[in-house]
């Protein structure tokens, strides 16, 4: 499997999140210096600082979420992937679709997902039951609303394809919602949306492939597409399926 990274935006990202993440403390700190003054004029700005310094935390926690920790999301994508042979290609935020499947099961936008606990989809909701709700408040750990998250990918990446290809030529994209946590179990089989954890997307795609084959010829074109001869990404080969 090719496995092809932006790791410039990666990076870049990630000294955002350091940024925001300094000044929300710089910005709480001065708020509590304030507190301590003792002026209930000062009471007011305290808070003001209080409320900014938090909302820019939350941005610094996103960012650092997604782009600061180890292993990041588009690491627990590959890892998840590995042993996948040459024919398929991982694509990490060179697309509209943060990070893209094409090979022989067809065109995926993958979303990872690394939350605890039993995952199922209930009156038309992903559910999350256990997890720790401390993580969920502040650490940004909930589960969310993925059947939105799911359909907003599926636009965006299909709106990339219609800006790169003739309309006739755009391929079906499927959306993938990845559980990539050891402590997750997932009992969605009623959701819109293919749902599974690490151990089981590797068979899952195979079979797709084994069972309706995507044609070879189009896979080099969406390649083609996606990461024309112009384009320069950081670009690493999974050998685990050769070996």
Do not use: C
Request: aromatic share 10%.
């Amino acid at each position: 499997m090719k496995i092809i990274t932006n790791t410039r935006l990666i990076n870049r990202n990630k000294k955002i999140g350091q940024i925001l993440t300094f000044t929300a403390i710089a910005v709480l700190v001065l708020g509590l210096i304030i507190s301590l003054t003792g002026s209930v004029q000062n009471i007011t700005y305290s808070y003001i600082a209080l409320i900014i310094g938090f909302l820019i935390s939350q941005f610094g926690i996103y960012y650092s979420n997604k782009f600061g920790r180890s292993p990041r999301p588009d690491e627990q994508v590959s890892a998840s992937l590995k042993g996948l042979d040459d024919r398929y290609s991982l694509y990490h935020y060179a697309t509209s679709a943060s990070h893209l499947l094409v090979g022989p099961s067809g065109v995926w936008t993958i979303l990872p997902y690394n939350q605890p606990g039993i995952i199922t989809f209930e009156k038309g909701k992903y559910r999350q039951k256990g997890g720790n709700w401390y993580l969920k408040l502040f650490a940004q750990e909930g589960l969310g609303r993925p059947e939105k998250e799911a359909q907003y990918a599926l636009e965006d990446i299909q709106k990339f394809f219609l800006r790169q290809m003739d309309a006739d030529s755009v391929p079906t994209v499927h959306p993938l919602l990845l559980f990539t946590n050891p402590k997750v179990t997932v009992k969605a089989s009623d959701a819109p949306y293919v749902t599974v954890d690490a151990d089981k997307v590797k068979d899952f795609l195979r079979k797709k492939a084994k069972d309706n084959a995507f044609p070879l010829e189009k896979v080099n074109q969406i390649n083609a597409v996606i990461l024309p001869e112009d384009k320069s990404l950081e670009e690493t080969k999974d050998e685990s399926a050769n070996n």
